[in-house]
């Protein structure tokens, strides 16, 4: 389980000691966002692409009981097996029933951010059942014991002798090998071993089409149709969200999903898994865990038309500093930060505070969520609701008595000054969040109103 | 009440209101569907590809670029007595070769269904892929593509772009991933 007692600023401290490492992952992350950018001006359509993307979500969103009953009503007569899961647990407990009635002890799973946000893993070993991840960067953080740090680069945070070291113990390659060319030879022959071994494939959902009954999955390594097309049970799980109206729109989405993650025109492979094959079992579990809630926050709804791209995360200026492990939840970044709260607003009341504001998350997202906003009125929700610390509420309550009193806020103007200057040790030390890393500034001699008083009658 | 029944209902009390679709029309630049656009994005992909003017050319040319294979399977081929048997035993797979409908020059896929590859496993466990794709089937963008695919006609369809890859180890681009390590596309008919 990954929920921790340490909220968001404290992680980012302990991340923030490796300062060297701290730059690197804030570089790569960087170098994503700027292929991102290359791929996105290529294209000359890429806003109406963009704007065509939000508006199917937001009919997909306001039609979405139809949709899914659609969808439900498509999968069934191509021959899939259709579950409802309301919330986590019933998810992990369908899928371990599943699993149970095969006999099955063993699965492949591709990735799915679904799984992590309901914790199926631990659930599944709880039950016996071993999980194999096979996404390389997931397998990698698997053997690490770690959650993914990144939904779209799970182990972004890793330093290949770090992944060498994973590989020399778990899968006996040479000591000291980190060549990133060895390593993935190393994980094809180990994986594939799985693949060929496994019953059952557990894989995510891109985009599930309620014209058509089908699912889309991408991925660049292939692991999701190794695993759906060798194993006798494919369980596809996903959030209610995933539904997109027609099959035409898969378009759309297709052509913005690998630009905006990783600045690639599209993953190597997209597969329609529509009907199960011969002999084979086919199961989508349809998952609500709080999405039918926040479909009923109007300000915050829009936050479910994401398509999971991470454009949002390699962008966002805390994000590359704090490191993924910082936000304590399956999703990190910006948009878990407006995805969090709704799961348990007291859990996850750091995450919105998280964010300088800035609002590139909003300007990169493919299907343009509102997110630096959202970001903001959760903190309003959250003080309202006495989510933050005493401290938080405490000196939010000074701030206000003092700027909305002028007078007041005058004398402290004046008195802080004089602190300043007279005991710079005051404000200067590490009781002061302002002061970490850096110093703070010289004082002014004169408040902007004492100035433009002095001024204004010389211009 | 059923989980589906809690979440459906809760879902129509949550829903806003219901909005116009948009039409997917102008979204296409100026994208040309040309062999030469395709073939410059598939050989950034890490792709190849031949012109050849029937598929009686692959053989000579798969011995001259791919000498070392044993166990190449044709999808097309008259010997297809391995699409009844288990998946599994396609794993010793060393080239596979099979027929594109359509491919799309933005992004260097071709979509392929299960009805002509014969397994659905065969494209993704196969050491090396071929696809073999008529000149004229090649289109601008996915808005084309998916109009010409039009419904699904079969329990399976993928568009492949490039070899399988990883770049998930320091951001490294490793090509073979789980898939195949290598794709070469055969672009079939005259040249005018």
Known sequence: MNRQTADHATLADKFNQDEARVNWHDETLWWVRAKRDRIAWSIPEWEALRDTASRIKVNALGNLHDYLLQFEEQATRNGAVVHWAADAEEHNRIVTDILKKHGVQRIVKSKSMLTEECHLNPYLAANGIEVIDTDLGERIVQLAKEPPSHIVLPCIHKKKEEIGELFHEHLGTPAGNADPKFLTAAARQHLRKEFLQADAAITGVNFAVAETGEMVVCTNEGNADMGAHLATVHIACMGIEKIIPERKHLGVFLRLLARSATGQPITTYSSHFRQPRAGQELHIVLVDNGRSRQLGREDFRNSLKCIRCGACMNTCPVYRRSGGHSYHTAVAGPIGAILAPNLDMKDYADLPFASTLCGSCSNVCPVKIDIHQQLYKWRQVLVKEGHTTAAKTASMKIMSGVLSAPRTYKTAGKMGRWVMRAFPGMVNNRMNPWYKQREMPAPPAQSFSQWYEKNKKSS | ?192
């Open chain 2, 1 to 192: 009440m059923s989980s589906r029944e809690k979440i459906l209902a809760a879902v129509k009390q949550n829903q806003p209101e219901a909005s116009a679709l948009p039409a997917l029309t102008g979204l296409s630049g100026n994208m040309p569907g040309t062999l030469e656009a395709y073939r410059k994005v598939l050989e950034a992909l890490g792709g190849t590809l031949f012109e050849i003017e029937n598929e009686t050319a692959i053989p000579a040319l798969l011995a001259e670029h791919y000498p070392h294979l044993q166990r190449i399977i044709t999808a097309t081929g008259p010997e297809r007595t391995w699409i009844n048997e288990d998946p599994h035993l396609l794993e010793d797979v060393d080239m596979a070769v099979v027929p594109g409908q359509w491919g799309v020059a933005e992004n260097g896929a071709i979509w392929l269904t299960e009805q002509e590859v014969g397994a659905r496993v065969l494209p993704f466990i196969c050491q090396h892929l071929a696809i073999v794709l008529p000149r004229e089937r090649i289109l601008p963008t996915m808005h084309e593509a998916y109009d010409k695919i039009g419904a699904p006609q079969t329990g399976f369809g993928v568009f492949i772009a490039g070899p399988s890859k990883t770049a998930d180890i320091e951001q490294s681009l490793v090509l073979g991933a789980h898939g195949a390590k290598s794709l070469v596309v055969f672009i079939t008919g005259k040249s005018y």
